[in-house]
């Protein structure tokens, strides 16, 4: 997965907006290159989980090619998935799952499915998204 410096800049923002909550929202992938970022809501309001709340259409942009990641923050903890977040998969296993660490801002993916977590390699690129 490539992470143009845009889409890294604006998990970023996002993340800091929101701490000490988890921030949340869509990576919005085409050929495993992040197009852009589609801010959530947490409506959770939870330093320590998410609930991901996005506007209907966002969950038909798959029908236009893209392949959705879904985002969230940790505030001091490493970019990881928790026990929390395998326990609440959900609808996300098997795809991408990016998680930022505000408090050192690393970056990384996982893919999450049958209770195994997996990294999926991630690549910054100067490039605009």
């Known amino acids: 997965m490539v992470i143009p410096a845009a889409v890294r800049s604006a998990l970023s923002e996002h993340a800091r907006a929101e701490a000490p909550n988890e921030a949340c929202g869509l990576i919005l992938l085409r050929d495993g290159v992040a197009e852009r ?3 959530g809501r947490n409506v959770a309001a939870s330093p320590y989980r998410f609930e991901l709340e996005v506007g209907p259409e966002s ?11 879904v985002f969230h923050s940790h505030g001091s903890s490493p970019p990881r998935p ?13 795809r991408p799952y990016v998680i930022l660490s505000v408090r ?14 997996d990294p999926e390699p991630v690549t910054e690129s100067a490039a605009a998204a």
Request: charged share 25%; no cysteine; hydrophobic share 45%.
């Open 37 to 39: 970022y589609v801010p």
């Open 59 to 69: 969950w038909f942009l798959e029908d236009e090619g893209y392949e959705l990641a």
């Open 82 to 94: 928790s026990r929390t977040d395998v326990e609440n998969i959900g609808l996300w296993e098997g």
């Open 104 to 117: 050192s801002g690393e970056l990384a993916a996982w893919r999450i499915a049958a209770g195994r977590i």
